[in-house]
């Protein structure tokens, strides 16, 4: 009898051990899923979206790890703080809470002419319809006095970007002057200096690459990183801070829009003005077909699509001048004329000139000491094309074309590099590779 007990009370004991056993196991497969599920939602939470930047630059963004992952340059306080500026909304969505349907958006990208924006400011302000659009204001560097011309404009929506890359925000690195960049002709093997100098052997300089620099970054960024513009497939219009824009320059440009599907269907944009600065139209009873010319020009997203494949071409072609690198490589690059149609009176002017291009002593320049003397006839008020007008077209126009070697200022590797990592930042970190190819 004593052993039946003893037999039962062993039994007791494992059944109460093995129980014990699978109770703690339970415990450890539980915290095991719990640890397991922690990660995975940790990965989840800290991998990019697919689409980089491109997915929401209005969300929390860890701008210096796209910036690592790009291998664009180290960031700065004041670089930092100029990007998390470029997701703010609007301004005046209060006075202006809806933008028409077919409404163009206006991109104004300026430097430090504080004088030339205040003329552009005041002659937008009388322009028909510019209510009804959303102006974006591409600041290259950060300059009070500019910003505080811009921060008083009340007749539109009005939305401020600013170059975090800017060479004037970097004041002793890349691509600002670094301590060690060799400078004018320098020998870099004697010198024991960084940097590559153009084909004139010229090595760099901040000030001059930054006009390149700061029109690249900003098409890639208004058609592709703004959430305000990345969905707009429509024309986009172009101007800088010493374009007078006349009263009627919306609304002809809307009308250039609406027939350049059938008067000119190979015409790659629209534009405001002649391509020769020096002209304000022939004054026929025609439309115009020409060159692409760099006032006021406009295109839509299917036309940024063949620029930006291009990107390789612009990137590395020896000339600090943006326009001068479109026509004489990148629209030559497309294998057929790259037409722009307009009216034939100009509905915008170029005014600079005190302008790092222009120089001194233009004698049709027409601003001085910030009075600015652009006469505007009554035909300037209202639009003044007509939609049974036909097109006559400039073949072989004068001016830069493919085989034309460059002015130079572009040779240096880290500019070119840089340039090449603009055309990624909106894009899948994967598939932007073929831009590097």
């Known amino acids: 009898m004593s052993s039946v007990v003893c037999s039962m009370a062993n039994y007791k004991k494992l059944r109460l051990r093995d129980a014990a056993f699978k109770r703690f196991l339970s415990v450890v497969l539980v915290t095991l899923l719990g640890v397991s599920l922690l990660i995975v939602s940790l990965r989840t939470n800290t991998t990019p979206a697919s689409n980089g930047l491109d997915e929401d630059l209005s969300g929390s963004v860890d701008s210096q790890s796209f910036s690592e992952k790009l291998n664009l340059p180290k960031q700065n306080e004041f670089s930092i703080q100029l990007e998390k500026r470029n997701r703010l909304p609007p301004r005046n969505r209060d006075l202006y809470p809806k933008l028409a349907?077919?409404?163009?958006?206006?991109?104004?990208?300026?430097?430090?002419?504080?004088?030339?924006?205040?003329?552009?400011?005041?002659?937008?302000?009388?322009?028909?319809?510019?209510?009804?659009?959303?102006?974006?204001?591409?600041?290259?560097?950060?300059?009070?006095?500019?910003?505080?011309?811009?921060?008083?404009?009340?007749?539109?929506?009005?939305?401020?970007?600013?170059?975090?890359?800017?060479?004037?925000?970097?004041?002793?690195?890349?691509?600002?002057?670094?301590?060690?960049?060799?400078?004018?002709?320098?020998?870099?093997?004697?010198?024991?200096?960084?940097?590559?100098?153009?084909?004139?052997?010229?090595?760099?300089?901040?000030?001059?690459v930054s006009l390149k620099h700061h029109w690249w970054w900003m098409m890639n960024t208004v058609w592709d990183g703004l959430k305000e513009t990345r969905g707009h497939d429509g024309h986009i219009l172009f101007i800088e801070e010493d374009h007078f824009i006349y009263p009627n320059a919306y609304r002809n440009l809307q009308l250039l829009v609406s027939l350049k599907p059938n008067k000119c269907p190979d015409c790659y944009a629209a534009n405001l003005a002649p391509c020769d600065v020096n002209s304000r139209?022939?004054?026929?009873?025609?439309?115009?077909?020409?060159?692409?010319?760099?006032?006021?020009?406009?295109?839509?997203?299917?036309?940024?699509?063949?620029?930006?494949?291009?990107?390789?071409?612009?990137?590395?072609?020896?000339?600090?001048?943006?326009?001068?690198?479109?026509?004489?490589?990148?629209y030559p690059s497309f294998g057929s004329p790259v037409y722009t149609l307009r009216g034939p009176r100009t509905s915008a002017v170029h005014f600079g000139k005190c302008g790092l291009h222009q120089g001194q002593g233009q004698s049709n320049a027409c601003i001085d000491n910030g009075l600015v003397n652009i006469q505007v006839d009554d035909s300037d008020k209202v639009p003044n094309i007509r939609t049974e007008w036909d097109v006559r077209v400039y073949h072989n126009q004068p001016g830069y074309k493919a085989g034309f070697k460059g002015w130079g200022g572009w040779g240096d590797d880290r500019d070119r590099q840089l340039c090449l990592n603009f055309a990624q930042m909106y894009h899948s970190f994967n598939t932007s590779s073929a831009v590097m190819s």
């Open 101 to 208: 349907k077919d409404h163009i958006t206006i991109v104004l990208y300026v430097h430090n002419r504080p004088q030339y924006l205040q003329v552009v400011v005041k002659s937008l302000s009388k322009v028909v319809g510019i209510s009804e659009t959303l102006l974006i204001v591409s600041h290259d560097g950060y300059f009070e006095e500019m910003n505080k011309v811009v921060e008083g404009i009340k007749f539109c929506q009005a939305k401020q970007i600013f170059a975090p890359y800017s060479p004037h925000v970097f004041t002793d690195s890349f691509p600002g002057v670094s301590s060690n960049d060799c400078k004018e002709k320098d020998d870099a093997g004697k010198k024991h200096c960084s940097g590559n100098p153009d084909q004139y052997g010229n090595h760099r300089s901040p000030r001059i």
């Open 281 to 330: 139209g022939e004054g026929w009873d025609s439309l115009v077909a020409e060159r692409m010319g760099n006032v006021g020009y406009a295109f839509n997203r299917t036309i940024w699509r063949k620029i930006h494949r291009k990107a390789r071409e612009f990137c590395f072609f020896d000339d600090y001048n943006w326009d001068i690198t479109m026509w004489a490589t990148v």
